[in-house]
């Protein structure tokens, strides 16, 4: 549920901020007031494509943003949201986009960056808007399908096929493996085996081409490495003047002084432990410079070593798929080594396998066409069902010559005379409409009037209702060409769909706008020389003037008033229907 919009900068917007309830939201206002910008900015948010000219003049960036509140039993957006490692906060989440004047845009979930393709992918889940614009879920054919089997009951048996479907694929992609492994499954295997026995016989040890490294380093630089430290041995612990010497006379003094004055006590105990560290330090540098000795060939061995496992990293350091892949020690030849002997051994029982994948797929198979029939039969049985109540519906909501269906066909029977099937079946569904007498039916996404489109998705919407787990449904022009008692009709079924759903309407008609629990002025005034739009919730004596404009195109006119006053009356939500201003 849509829980609060801002607005800022967004075409004739300057900074605005609307508070949303559940139930039936209604948008009114004069025509060009700033109703469909309020849209647009929310079908920007919902992932509709976009540029730069939908910044306010003077502006470098527009931006909108969302609280939307998600319930606990929408679970496929919980799931979509915990994949992505986005946690809700109160079971709301923060939706931001901006888009600059340089085109570039950005989208944040709870601060999180997301490509456009996610928003629209979560937002769809959430938000359903109809109208003129471009965001319609029930236009895509896969949800067609979708709908259908939540209408008939279903989905639990099209989610077990789409497993079968799943398993049945990738057995038939292991047995083509296997079967093209066999065609070249010698050369193969010995291309393989020369590679692990190449590995085995250099025994490469994860991090050693570091540590030879280090070992080459020390090795080409031996002569300067042991002068230096004959160096500094001579000046920590030979002779009279070295480091350790100096400590051991200052100690012995400060003990003598610490002696005669306390206050001495911590300096000298400092001294001792610099004294012990001096000690412990001489010893670990007479020990080095005691073991360091010369190898002749040496250098030569471990540069030799170096180029071995280079050589090995080049060939070996890569998934067996070929693809690139850096890697900065050993492992990834030891890897390579691992997955090679497992290819091998495959490779080695792969008509055992064979035989099994197979057989398994035959078994598979049946049950699948099996599955198959069932689900076709529900699915016609329900297609039925589906068109009648939505026609019924079409002729209360003022389209009586109309005629909705829900074609739902088999794919068709493949060479071997078995029925083809897609991941959720052997069916094709897809909803058709035609809305004059004697025109075809036709894809639902042909529908050329927003104001009819809007109807159809209503009904649809209506029947549906129940199963449907998107959580607001945005209408957008609804009323167009409609009026009187259809009028009527859609404002009763609106507010039937806003007792379980968030509902937002734009509306000219009163007739609709009475049915509203939250109804919302939009209004475009002259502020500092430039055209804003701002908005307004109505209550009371105030709606009860904006019903009178819709009308009569007169707020305060006493026929207009009397006329809203009974429609509010017979019609509107007591909610907001009081007496106060």
Same mark, same amino acid.
């Given at each position: ?11 004739l917007?300057?900074?605005l ?12 206002? &004069? ?39 998600? !319930? ?32 570039? %845009? ?14 629209? &992918?979560?937002?769809g ?5 109809? #109208?003129?614009?471009?965001?319609? !879920? ?6 067609? $399908? ?6 008939? #009951? ?15 694929t ?38 050693? !081409?570091?540590?030879?490294?280090? &070992? ?21 612990f030979?002779g ?11 100690? %012995? ?11 001495? +006590? ?37 540069e ?34 691992t997955?090679?002997e ?7 029982? !792969? ?20 599955k198959? +029939? ?23 909501l003022?389209?009586?010559?109309a005629?909705?269906a829900?074609? =739902?066909? =088999?794919? #068709? ?12 079946g ?15 039916l ?48 859609? #404002? ?13 309407c734009?509306?000219?008609?009163? %007739? ?36 009178? $404009? ?11 008033? +009397? ?5 509010? =009356? ?12």
């Amino acid at each position: 549920m849509l829980e609060e919009l801002s607005i800022r900068n967004y075409a004739l917007i300057d900074n605005l901020s609307i508070s949303f309830d559940k139930g039936l939201n209604i948008l009114t206002g &004069e025509t060009g007031a700033g109703k469909s910008i309020i849209v647009g900015s929310l079908s920007f948010l919902l992932g509709s494509k976009a540029d730069s000219d939908v910044i306010r003049s003077g502006c470098e960036e527009a931006g909108v943003s969302a609280v939307v509140r998600i !319930s606990e039993s929408n679970t496929d957006v919980l799931e979509w949201l915990s994949g992505r490692d986005i946690a809700t906060e109160d079971q709301t989440i923060v939706v931001r986009r901006n888009i600059k004047t340089s085109g570039r %845009s950005s989208i944040y979930v709870q601060n999180i960056p997301l490509p456009r393709g996610d928003l629209a &992918e979560l937002m769809g889940m959430l938000f359903d808007l109809h #109208g003129q614009h471009d965001h319609e !879920s029930l236009m895509r054919k896969d949800m067609h $399908r979708r709908c259908l089997d939540r209408f008939a #009951g279903i989905e639990g048996d099209a989610a077990a096929f789409n497993g079968l479907f799943t398993a049945l694929t990738e057995k038939k992609k292991a047995l083509e493996l296997s079967l093209n492994s066999d065609r070249n499954r010698e050369e193969r295997i010995e291309l393989l085996s020369y590679a692990v026995d190449e590995i085995t016989r250099a025994a490469p040890k994860p991090g050693e !081409s570091r540590e030879l490294e280090a &070992e080459a380093q020390r090795l080409a630089s031996f002569e300067k490495l042991s002068r230096e430290t004959e160096h500094a041995s001579a000046f920590f612990f030979d002779g009279e003047g070295s480091v350790l010497n100096l400590a051991r006379k200052v100690r %012995s003094s400060l003990e003598t002084a610490s002696a005669l004055d306390e206050s001495l +006590a911590g300096i000298c105990k400092r001294m001792d432990d610099l004294y012990y560290e001096a000690e412990d330090l001489s010893e670990e540098l007479r020990n080095y410079r005691d073991g360091l000795f010369y190898e002749p060939g040496r250098l030569e061995e471990v540069e030799e070593r170096l180029g071995l496992l280079f050589r090995l990293k080049k060939k070996y350091s890569r998934p067996i798929d070929g693809a690139d892949r850096e890697t900065g020690d050993e492992g990834g030849i030891l890897a390579f080594k691992t997955r090679a002997e497992q290819e091998i051994e495959a490779l080695s029982q !792969s008509e055992e396998n064979r035989e099994k994948l197979a057989t398994e797929i035959s078994g598979l198979e049946k049950t699948m066409a099996a599955k198959a +029939a069932e689900l076709s039969a529900k699915r016609v049985e329900g297609a039925k069902k589906l068109g009648e109540q939505i026609n019924t519906l079409l002729m209360r909501l003022g389209m009586p010559k109309a005629r909705f269906a829900v074609n =739902s066909v =088999s794919k #068709g029977k493949g060479p071997g005379g078995n029925l083809i099937c897609g991941p959720w079946g052997a069916d094709d569904v897809e909803f058709l409409f035609s809305a004059n007498p004697g025109e075809p039916l036709k894809e639902l996404a042909r529908i050329a009037s927003g104001g009819e489109l809007s109807r159809v998705m209503l009904a649809i919407k209506t029947i549906l209702a129940e199963t449907d787990r998107i959580e607001t449904l945005v209408f957008d022009e609804i009323d167009a060409g409609i009026g009187g008692e259809v009028a009527l009709a859609v #404002g009763e079924y609106l507010e039937k769909m806003g007792a379980i759903k968030q509902i937002f309407c734009i509306t000219h008609l009163a %007739s609709i706008a009475v049915r509203a629990e939250n109804h919302i002025r939009v209004e475009k005034k002259d502020a500092g020389g430039r055209t804003q739009t701002s908005v307004c919730l109505l209550s009371g004596k105030g709606r009860q003037e904006e019903i009178a $404009r819709m009308l009569a195109g007169d707020s305060a006119g006493e026929a207009a008033l +009397a006329h809203a006053d009974d429609l509010l =009356s017979k019609y509107g939500c007591r909610r907001r229907n009081d007496n106060t201003s």
